[in-house]
């Protein structure tokens, strides 16, 4: 059985250079990460925040690589870290895009992504809901997200961002 992450190694230790000198700092100061145990780093954390982000592993599977590199960790635990992790990732990008996004955020400037999804649950022969969401990349906000029930008599909905998540969670 092969490990998962074929080349992550030297992947993951080129995008840490890129990342601002005090990443570390931040994880500490958004309290993403605020005492070592199963994740016992900032660049351990950032590993399962793009593992379940970046490559759109599922918690399960997120929590399965990890216990296979690391440590044994429930796909519980692994969400309770990830909400944590949204003020500090949204701190990072920032100082990552820096004076570049300065001319965009003054001149009133947009750049949205429009993403819209499916979701099904088990034993579904059908779609039970649809979730749309807006994201302004600029200044790394969710404009619009909304799930119309189509079980419901198609009735819409329109929530802000927690409100979202809390459904999705709901859903699963």
């Known amino acids: 059985m092969s490990l998962p992450f074929g080349h992550v190694d030297t992947t993951f230790e080129r995008f840490l250079q890129e990342l601002p000198a005090d990443f570390r700092e931040l994880a500490i ?3 993403a990460f605020s005492r070592s145990r199963k994740i016992k780093t900032p660049e351990q954390l950032l590993q399962v925040v793009l593992s ?3 490559i759109d592993q599922v918690l399960r599977e997120t929590a399965g690589n990890f216990t296979l590199l ?3 960790i429930s796909d519980t635990a692994i969400q309770k870290r990830l909400k944590a992790c949204g003020p500090w990732v949204k701190a990072l990008l920032g100082r990552m895009m820096g004076a570049a996004a300065a001319p965009l955020i003054e001149g009133h400037l947009r ?3 429009i993403d819209g999804s ?3 649950g088990p034993g579904a022969t059908g779609t039970w809901y649809r979730l749309h969401l807006a994201v ?3 200044r790394l906000q969710v404009r619009l997200g909304k799930i119309p029930a189509i079980r419901f008599n ?3 909905w329109r929530f802000h961002w927690p409100t979202v998540l809390k459904a999705l969670h709901w859903l699963n």
């Open 29 to 31: 100061e958004f309290k």
């Open 52 to 54: 379940y982000c970046g």
């Open 70 to 72: 690391e440590e044994r």
């Open 111 to 113: 750049f949205v992504v």
């Open 118 to 120: 499916t979701v099904q």
């Open 136 to 138: 302004d990349w600029v």
């Open 154 to 156: 198609a009735r819409a």
